[in-house]
C-alpha cells in the first residue's frame, strides 16, 4: 500500500496553544475536499448504526440542524443522499467531520448574557472526551479541562462566536501525539508498553460557520491520523516537530499529557540521524 502524505503539518507553525487563532478561509473549503472520507466514514457509520446513543446528542432534527443540512445540500448537491434520518445524521454520515451545534441559551433570563451552549452533536472521533459528558454545556463548561485561569478561553471563544459573520468560514488545527492509531478515542491511549511504532499524529482541523437564519453556530472537527516514523524522516519535519515539543508551554503540556510520552517521543526522533546544525 502507498504511503499517503499527512494532509495537514501544524507543527511546522510550532507548538499547539490554547489560543484560537482562527482563520478566515472560502466558503468553498469548508467540508470538501475531504481528504480524510476514505480512512474515516466506514467506522463512522458503523459507530453511528452500533452505539448511535453515545455518539448523537441533542437536537439532531431541531431547526439548526435542519438549517445545516439545507445548506449543505444547496452547496453540495449529490453530497447527501436521499435519507428520512435525522437531519445532522443525513450529514454525517457523509462527511468525515464530526459536528457540533452551539446555540444561545434561551431559559436564562433578560438582561443576562445569554452562553453559548453544545445543542447537538454527532462525535464519533473525540480526542479523550464524550458527547455524553458534554451535550448541554456553555462554553465555559465544555472548556473547563483547559488549564488557564477564569475561564479565559472560554471568553475569548465567546467573543469569536458572537462576532461571527453569516458567510464566513473560520478555520485552526490543533495537534498532539498519540500512542495508538484509533480515530475513536474518548479517553487517551496510555504510552505504557507501547513502541515509537504505535506513535501516531492526531490533528484536529477545526471550524466554525454561523448559520444566516437560526444564528447556530456550527462547529466542525475533522481528525487526521498519520503514523509519526515516517513523517520524522524528513529531517525538516523532524527538526519543526523536536522544536514544537521542547517549546510547548507548561500549560499546553500538562493538559496534553506530553510527559507520559517523552521517552517515547524522543525514541523516535533518535531513531534517526542527527540533525545536521
Known amino acids: 500500500m502507498q504511503r499517503r502524505s499527512p494532509p495537514y503539518l501544524p507543527f511546522l507553525d510550532g507548538p499547539p496553544e490554547f489560543a484560537p487563532n482562527l ?3 472560502p466558503v468553498s473549503d469548508w467540508l470538501l475536499p475531504d481528504v480524510e472520507a476514505d480512512a474515516s466514514l466506514p467506522q463512522k457509520r458503523r459507530l ?4 448511535g ?7 439532531i432534527d431541531g431547526a439548526a440542524a435542519t438549517e445545516f443540512l439545507e445548506l449543505v445540500t444547496i452547496e453540495h448537491p449529490g453530497l447527501i443522499g436521499a435519507d428520512d434520518g435525522a437531519a445532522l445524521t443525513r450529514v454525517a454520515l457523509n462527511v468525515s467531520d464530526d459536528i457540533c451545534i452551539l446555540q444561545r441559551d434561551q431559559k436564562v433570563g433578560e438582561g443576562v ?3 453559548w451552549c453544545l445543542q447537538a452533536g454527532i462525535v464519533c472521533a473525540p480526542t479523550y472526551w464524550t458527547l455524553t459528558d ?8 465544555l472548556h473547563e479541562p483547559v488549564v488557564t485561569p477564569d ?3 472560554a471568553k475569548r471563544i465567546d467573543r469569536v462566536f458572537s462576532g461571527l459573520k453569516v458567510g464566513t468560514v473560520l478555520e485552526r488545527f490543533n495537534w498532539t501525539v498519540q500512542a495508538s492509531d484509533e480515530r475513536y478515542a474518548p479517553a487517551r491511549p496510555s504510552a505504557r508498553d507501547r513502541t515509537p511504532l504505535d506513535l501516531h499524529l492526531r490533528v484536529e482541523r477545526q471550524t466554525l460557520r454561523k448559520m444566516p437564519m437560526t444564528e447556530a453556530v456550527v462547529f466542525t472537527i475533522r481528525i487526521s491520523l498519520d503514523p509519526l516514523l515516517p513523517i520524522l524522516e524528513k529531517p525538516e519535519f523532524r527538526a519543526a516537530l523536536m522544536r514544537a515539543w521542547s517549546d510547548v508551554s507548561a500549560n499546553v503540556r500538562a493538559y496534553k499529557s506530553w510527559n507520559e510520552f517523552d521517552d517515547l517521543f524522543w525514541q ?8 545536521q546544525p
Open 151 to 153: 475561564h479565559v478561553l
Open 53 to 59: 446513543d453515545r455518539v448523537c446528542g441533542g437536537e
Open 23 to 25: 482563520k478566515p478561509i
Open 48 to 51: 453511528i448504526a452500533d452505539i
Open 113 to 115: 448574557i445569554q452562553p
Open 268 to 275: 523516535a526522533c533518535h531513531m534517526y540521524p542527527p540533525l
Open 134 to 141: 458534554r451535550i448541554g454545556l456553555n462554553l465555559a463548561g
